[in-house]
């Protein structure tokens, strides 16, 4: 199995380009956001923690914003929570898909945790910045400290783009995004190919 890793700014397409590809997909994201949802465990974790914050099941956005304005440490206590829950349903997806030929993951600090290996195919996604905060302005929770302080947890830009094998230009629009990913898939198949020839 081979994974396809899709990186880039936050807001600049990654979870939408993930699911052109057509191969399974694990969105951390989205995964989060189940566990603040459903998972009552998590919330009596959580609970603990910030005793003062958190009200009633399931756990709410804001509140969890509101924790992490109080102070940019909590930021990092609630990811510290958060991250070993999401590294095992991460493992149970590639166990679950482990005879596919491919799968995207889609997880906003995959290298930050270092979770990459060699064999992993690493696609940065290239987009404007003023085209990013126009879609991010569009969120419902849409909150610039907020967005900072989650920044400020991942690696420069510049340097997940060294890391990366592809990099594609996002601009937003449908048929470009699906070229691209097309043209990406092709290289990776031909050197797919060639590399089980040797």
């Known amino acids: 199995m081979i994974k396809i890793i899709v990186v880039g700014d936050i807001g600049s397409g990654k979870s939408y380009v993930s699911n052109l590809f057509g191969y399974p997909v694990f969105n ?5 956001g189940n566990l603040y949802r459903k998972n009552k465990l998590f919330f009596k974790k959580i609970k603990k923690i910030f005793p003062k914050y958190i009200s009633i099941f399931p756990l709410k956005k804001d509140e969890l914003a509101n924790i ?3 102070n940019v440490g909590n930021l990092k206590k609630i990811t510290r929570a958060v991250h070993p829950i999401i590294r095992k349903k991460m493992n149970n997806f ?6 596919k030929k491919f799968v995207v993951l889609d997880i906003p600090l995959y290298l930050e945790n270092k979770l990459n290996t ?4 690493i696609v940065f996604i290239d987009s404007k910045k003023s085209k990013i905060l126009i879609k991010l302005k569009k969120r419902k929770n849409f909150n610039p400290r907020l967005l900072k302080k989650f920044k ?8 997940k783009r060294t890391k990366s094998k592809y990099v594609l230009k996002n601009n937003f629009i449908t048929s470009s995004a699906k070229k691209e990913v097309k ?9 797919e190919r060639s590399s089980t020839r040797h």
């Open 152 to 159: 400020d947890l991942q690696l420069p830009l510049k340097y």
């Open 94 to 99: 590639l166990t679950k898909h482990r005879n």
């Open 28 to 32: 951390a994201d989205k995964e989060v």
């Open 183 to 191: 043209l990406i898939k092709k290289d990776i198949l031909k050197n």
């Open 68 to 70: 992490i304005n109080k």
């Open 118 to 121: 060699q064999k992993d195919i």
